[in-house]
């Protein structure tokens, strides 16, 4: 059963999309306006935002909000606050092509607690509530299960002219050509991640997103009990200026081979790097470097999304590494009810090996992990589903 949150999620969902479906069968009629090369915000985008603002404000008076159109709005309620894109895949919207959709999600002291992704042509509503569970209308979703990278259909984005990450994707894109079935880029990063949730596409991939392109999307498929990080590994945030999602068996292969890929451009082109690839704590991330070489023409700088258009805004020149063990266990916790959050992110940063094992021990105990040793006498850690 959705909760009284989710309610009224799909309530103002809904009733922005009636607007949407209006104006999309008058898509020559409206009135357009330019915010910067090749990135347009329609009439029917402020309408459909002011309808979801009103309606989610209604319901839950103390909530802030942070929108593609207006920006950050403090509530009284400082812990939580809407994460709102009111039509993701405008360039679709603007040319008559039907694949867009409202995204919704909820932040709860710094983390996302709901998302709900609606397309309304489909009549397709992909929600999810942590610890609850991934749903597609009233059925439940599971991320697909291919592991072989050879069968894997991916999601991507490309980006365009003013918008930075062209040099990323070109130096991802030709290993995910090489080694999968089939890479799709449909233009909505919102369906991109409900469709993983979905196990449509078995993976997903993008550079320079913003906060409300990714933050529903990332709790579908964390729900479904897919993984979502960076391309270096790292927990993603909606900030990030990478985004890597999959199912639990493809994510990790995934993960590396875009990273790899991405660390062999950058690394060869970087001035007074060639072929270096460590990247330290104080060096900006890949991508980072990456998209400094490019223009970033897109967003005016009054603009939200600008901070998205400049990696060094991103503070995300973290260490290069890959997600621990207990990262990933954590990851899928994520999804059990009954833990909390200072738990998980204590079981986070424990690096020792000894205070990971007596927490999973403490978690098997409480029939929240499966502990099996594997082929080479490994103990394999799996969370009870
Ligand atoms: P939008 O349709 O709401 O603009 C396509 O690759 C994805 O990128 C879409 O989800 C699209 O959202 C998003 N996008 C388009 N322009 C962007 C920009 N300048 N910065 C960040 N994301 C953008
Ligand atoms: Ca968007």
Same mark, same amino acid.
């Given at each position: ?138 059925? =439940?979703?599971? +991320? !697909? %299960? ?5 069968? /894997? ?5 490309? &980006?365009?002219? @003013? #918008? ?111 072929? =270096?690839?460590? +990247? !330290? %704590? ?5 991508? /980072? ?5 490019? &223009?970033?023409? @897109? #967003? ?86």
């Amino acid at each position: 059963m959705p909760s009284a949150t989710i309610n009224v999620m799909e309530a103002a969902a809904r009733k922005a999309a009636r607007g949407l479906i209006r104006d999309f069968g008058e898509v020559e009629n409206l009135q357009v306006s330019r915010k910067g090369p090749a990135d347009f915000v329609t009439e029917a985008d402020r309408r459909a935002e002011r309808i979801l603002r009103a309606e989610l404000a209604k319901a839950r008076p103390g909530f802030g909000f942070l929108m593609e159109e207006s920006g950050e709005t403090e509530g009284e309620d400082t812990r939580r606050r809407w994460i709102v894109d009111p039509l993701d895949g405008t360039t679709n919207f603007l040319h008559g092509i039907p694949h867009f959709a409202i995204s919704i999600g909820l932040e709860e002291d710094g983390g996302m607690v709901a998302g709900l992704v609606y397309d309304p042509l489909r009549d397709e509503l992909f929600w999810a509530e942590k610890g609850v569970g991934c749903y597609l209308n009233r059925r =439940r979703l599971r +991320v !697909s %299960s291919r592991r072989r990278m050879e069968e /894997a259909v991916l999601a991507t984005g490309i &980006p365009f002219k @003013g #918008r930075a990450g062209k040099d990323a994707f070109l130096a991802t894109i030709g290993p995910a050509i090489d080694n999968t079935a089939g890479v799709r880029r449909f233009g909505s990063a919102a369906l991109d991640l409900a469709y993983v949730a979905a196990g449509r596409y078995d993976g997903f991939w993008e550079f320079g997103l913003s906060p409300w392109d990714v933050a529903a999307g990332i709790v579908l498929v964390r729900e479904a009990g897919g993984f979502v990080t960076d391309i270096s590994g790292r927990a993603v945030t909606i900030q990030g200026d990478s985004i890597v999602a999959a199912n639990d068996r493809l994510h990790t292969p995934l993960q590396r081979m875009l990273r790899d890929s991405l660390k062999e451009s950058v690394g060869d082109r970087a001035p007074g790097s060639r072929l =270096r690839h460590t +990247v !330290s %704590s104080s060096s900006p991330s890949p991508v /980072a470097r990456a998209m400094r070489r490019e &223009p970033h023409a @897109g #967003r005016s700088s009054s603009d939200p999304g600008d901070a998205r258009a400049d990696p060094t805004a991103g503070g995300n020149g973290g260490s290069e590494r890959t997600m621990t063990n207990a990262e990933r266990i954590v990851e899928a916790l994520r999804r059990k009810p009954g833990l909390d959050d200072d738990e998980l992110s204590r079981l986070a940063d424990v690096t020792p090996r000894q205070q990971v094992n007596r927490i999973c021990r403490r978690l098997e105990r409480e029939g929240k992990l499966r502990r099996e040793r594997g082929p080479r006498g490994k103990i394999v850690n799996d969370p009870v589903r």
